[in-house]
């Protein structure tokens, strides 16, 4: 079972890209890899996912390594609202299959 | 507003005693997750439920139960409440995926528990 390893925090200066990084190096072939944020104690918010491809949305973008055993979460100009604990989330995939590993999450600190 | 509603928001009660948590998923969504989130365990993923059917099973307790109604709104059962329990409850919900569970899930804002 894949699991993920992530810093458990990072500084970031507002206006700057913030480069979030997380170790999945027993990742399997049908393992989907998400990004899910959390702000103070809300609900998880959704950011992003992939497969292999890096991906793109307006919020961030995820690259994955080719090997697949790691994966780094860009917001591209972080704000101050984007303090938050980030997860990276590796997830089976199939029926009657569906298993989730949460990492520890990094704490984001996007300062002025 | 991510459209899932959870009741109630709060939740305080005592060792013993038994509760139920409610989630409404989004309208058109199948699957209802549930997760529990205390300080020293981050998020944990206990059950799914997909259309009616328990789908997956993680770390749920055997005190603890949930169903899902065929209007899909969940419940999940907590009985015989232990101190340990206290936490944030969050129920999420996903519509069908391509492939089968590729699904993006949408987050309640939580029910959070106090057993004293």
């Known amino acids: 079972d894949a699991k993920t390893t992530q810093p458990p925090s990072m500084d970031c200066a507002e206006g700057r890209a913030a480069n979030l990084p997380c170790n999945h190096s027993?990742?399997?072939?049908?393992?989907?890899v998400y990004w899910y944020r959390q702000i103070h104690s809300q609900g998880p918010q959704y950011i992003i996912h992939?497969?292999?491809n890096n991906e793109t949305n307006e919020m961030a973008s995820l690259i994955i390594t080719e090997d697949r055993k790691s994966s780094t979460l860009i917001l591209p100009h972080a704000t101050l609202r984007d303090t938050a604990v980030y997860y990276c989330?590796?997830?089976?995939?199939?029926?009657?299959?569906?298993?989730?590993?949460f990492g520890s999450g990094t704490k984001l600190n996007v300062k002025p | 507003d991510s459209g899932v509603t959870q009741t109630p928001k709060h939740l305080i009660t005592a060792t013993g005693q038994r509760v139920t948590l409610r989630c409404s998923p989004r309208?058109?969504?199948?699957?209802v997750y549930w997760y529990q989130q205390s300080l020293d365990q981050g998020l944990q993923f206990l059950i799914q439920?997909?259309?009616?059917?328990?789908?997956a099973k993680g770390n749920i307790l055997e005190r603890f139960s949930a169903q899902q109604f065929p209007d899909l709104h969940s419940e999940l059962n907590l009985s015989s409440l232990e101190l340990g329990d206290s936490a944030l409850y969050f129920c999420?919900?996903?519509?069908?995926?391509?492939?089968?569970?590729?699904?993006?899930?949408?987050f309640g804002p939580g029910t959070r528990l106090t057993v004293l």
């Open positions: 999420a919900s996903s519509a069908p995926g391509t492939p089968f569970g590729a699904d993006t899930q949408y």
């Open positions: 989330i590796v997830r089976a995939i199939g029926y009657n299959f569906n298993k989730f590993y």
């Open positions: 439920y997909y259309n009616g059917e328990e789908r």
């Open positions: 309208s058109g969504d199948l699957s």
């Open positions: 992939g497969l292999k």
């Open positions: 027993t990742i399997s072939g049908n393992e989907y």
